[in-house]
């Protein structure tokens, strides 16, 4: 059964484009360093491909891929916090279409018990179509049809203070993509901070998206404000955030982005 509280996440936006080999390999390299939850796309339809694994489409074979992943998922012994709309929130795809497929994910989903869903990858991002009233039907919906655990992310932006989940959108636990600088200087949230962040959402919160891992290419492709090669920022970030303390942390990289196999994880 999914718990929040037995959480240690990783970022595996594309598994569902890999084969089944690949998949397992990843997850089992995943759990040798301490992780059991793989934060996964159901769809990447619009992504351009190489780096960034473009999906088969909403309505050309996502969801068989999606469904694979799943059997893959539960086989292994692993959790998933499966996001439902990843970039169709972004590529011009109709709303009725968007959520024609959030009810096909909810009802593809139902019958597993190590999942929770994301109903939207940053609905907030200035590149997304969907609105406040559009996600907080989604997250019902997925509540409704799914009976999961159903959340969506929310920006905390630059160091405020001020870090209460959206109460309004109906989720179930608070979610949250933190900022990764401050002023023009790198910066994760410090450990006081991320108690703030805790205790302002009830002793609970999941940082679902940190700082990016990856390698010095990386970083000159993404910028040093979404990407660090630093290991030890990584670790001391990770080590922060642990569920004992209210923070459940999602491992995030670029490796992760199209889940092929990680060169380094930091350890949980």
């Given amino acids: 059964m999914f718990s929040l509280t037995d959480v240690h996440g990783f970022s595996a936006f594309a598994l569902p484009t890999q084969h089944e080999n690949i998949q397992r390999m990843v997850l089992r390299q995943a ?19 190489g780096l960034l694994p473009k999906g088969r489409g909403i309505e050309d074979g ?71 009233s559009e996600v907080t039907h989604l997250i019902g919906l997925l509540k409704r049809r799914s009976g999961h655990l159903v959340s969506t992310d929310l920006s ?19 979610d949250f993509h933190p900022w990764r600088t401050s002023g023009n200087s790198p910066q994760d949230p410090t450990p006081s901070q991320i108690e703030d962040i805790v205790g302002q959402n009830g002793g609970l919160a999941v940082l679902s998206e940190t700082t990016a891992y990856g390698s010095a ?14 290991q030890a920022r990584i670790q001391r970030y990770a080590d922060s955030c642990r569920p ?18 990680f060169s380094w994880m930091a350890q949980r």
């Fill in 31 to 49: 759990r040798r360093h301490g992780y059991n939850t793989a934060r996964i796309c159901a769809e990447t339809q619009s992504w351009p491909g």
């Fill in 62 to 132: 996502a969801l068989d891929d999606l469904k694979q992943t799943l059997h893959i998922l539960a086989e292994e012994d692993m959790y998933g916090l499966i996001i439902v709309a990843c970039t169709v929130k972004e590529d011009r795809t109709p709303f009725r279409k968007v959520e024609s497929w959030a009810l096909n994910v909810a009802t593809a989903t139902r019958d597993y018990h190590n999942l929770a869903l994301e109903a939207v990858n940053e609905y907030d991002h200035p590149r997304s179509s969907i609105d406040h």
């Fill in 156 to 174: 905390l932006g630059w160091p405020s203070g001020k870090y209460r989940y959206d109460g309004g959108l109906g989720s179930d636990f608070p």
């Fill in 217 to 230: 290419a990386d970083v000159e492709t993404f910028g040093w404000h979404l990407v660090t090669e630093s």
């Fill in 244 to 261: 004992e303390r209210g923070c459940i942390f999602f491992f995030h990289s670029v490796e992760g982005l199209g889940a092929g196999g």
